[in-house]
């Protein structure tokens, strides 16, 4: 009897250490650019595991070999989440990226390193308190990265622009201002115009050259986003909501992603920052200035194209005038950018085209 007891509690041991079924491993993981601290807890908290390995795919694939399963598991968003998170996900049930401001707020303690943090991760997960944030698909973050470097390029030519402009004016040089940026009329400046000077002329040569070729890459950049077979009918539906331009289009899908995370229309514009936090206390209610919690890159965007759609809609110029009337045109444009937002949700969810309210109410019986 002694001798089966034994035998059966080395079987029960050996199971464990293989990773029974039953039992479920939490793993948390501290992401750095050069290192990966983890620690490996069971559903009682017990540590199995937990170390330091290197932030390559050879010291994760050797890593992944020597840890117990089921296993789940979990870590910080940072610029290094994304390909960690791809190449794990098919090691694990499920890999979960946690949201670092609300991570930071519910874990927050006095004494703070790599192998803590990655403790308090996995106890999140484990107590089903981690404040997991959306992670679009690899498909979506490839192309969002074209775009956003596409969005790079544009920075740069600006600034291109700009330093001509003030070259020219460092040196005195009078121009045309509106038609400076015009490849004919540069061209005639540099060589008519007596007043520039030789020490600027090959700089003024090497700006106008960066921004032909930065104008020749946004093209090409944009044609491949457009004409992607992924995104193509997207595009074209949220193209037909007034106002809604190719790079609005664009962006709204590379950036958003899946509009079904969104329970109401509140939650996507408060994704887009188009909306203040608010703080509440007793019966006092105040309204701060627009978050920082936000998306920058579709709030940017957003915000532009908000400026330009009254002109096109009548619907979305009289919500301009309507909030212009209350005294202040910034909030206005914000008001014009919200409506955009529920615009374009509905026409996610419904996946037709958009239609007016005005043509789509029926007539009223004579």
């Known amino acids: 009897m002694l001798q089966e007891a034994e035998l059966s509690g080395q079987a029960d041991s050996e199971n464990n250490l293989g990773g029974s079924s039953e039992t479920m491993y939490f793993i948390g993981l501290d992401v750095h650019k050069k290192t990966i601290s ?8 017990c540590v ?8 390559t795919r050879r010291e994760l694939d050797q890593w992944v070999r020597t840890l117990p399963q089921p296993r789940t598991m979990a870590m910080e968003a940072t610029i290094f989440t994304g390909w960690i998170y791809d190449y794990l996900l098919p090691h694990a049930e499920s890999v979960k990226v946690a949201h670092p401001l609300m991570l930071r707020a519910i874990a ?6 790599d192998r803590i943090d990655a403790a308090k991760i996995a106890d999140c997960l484990r107590c089903d308190f981690l404040p997991e944030c959306h992670i679009a698909p690899t498909e979506i973050r490839n192309r969002r990265r074209v775009l956003r470097y596409r969005n790079l390029m544009q920075r740069q030519t600006v600034q291109m622009k700009n330093r001509i402009s003030g070259l020219l004016m460092e040196t005195g040089v009078t121009y045309d201002k509106l038609r400076l940026h015009r490849m004919g009329y540069f061209s005639r400046l540099l060589s008519t115009n007596e007043e520039i000077e030789d020490s600027i002329r090959p700089l003024l040569k090497l700006c106008r050259e960066h921004i032909d070729r930065s104008i020749r890459v946004d093209r090409a950049l944009l044609r491949s986003l457009q004409l992607d077979p992924l995104l193509t009918e997207r595009l074209r539906r949220l193209r037909t909501v007034p106002g809604v331009g190719p790079i609005t289009a664009l962006t709204w899908v590379l950036e958003v992603g899946d509009t079904s995370r969104f ?6 514009t408060s994704y887009c920052g188009l909306c203040g936090a608010e703080k509440s206390s007793a019966d006092k209610v105040m309204r701060t200035p627009i978050s920082k919690q936000r998306n920058k890159h579709i709030q940017r965007i957003l915000v532009e194209a908000a400026r330009m759609a009254p002109r096109v ?12 009337q209350r005294g202040n045109g910034n909030r206005a444009t914000l008001a014009v950018a919200r409506k955009m937002v529920a615009h374009m949700l509905a026409v996610e969810r419904r996946k037709t085209d958009f239609v007016s309210a005005k043509r789509s109410t029926p007539a009223a019986a004579v």
């Open 38 to 45: 983890y620690c490996v807890k069971d559903a009682a908290g």
């Open 313 to 324: 809609s009548d619907e979305l110029a009289a919500v301009y005038e309507r909030e212009r």
């Open 48 to 55: 199995h595991g937990e170390g330091k390995i290197g932030s």
């Open 108 to 113: 927050a303690a006095k004494k703070k390193n």
């Open 263 to 268: 329970r109401s229309i509140k939650q996507a």
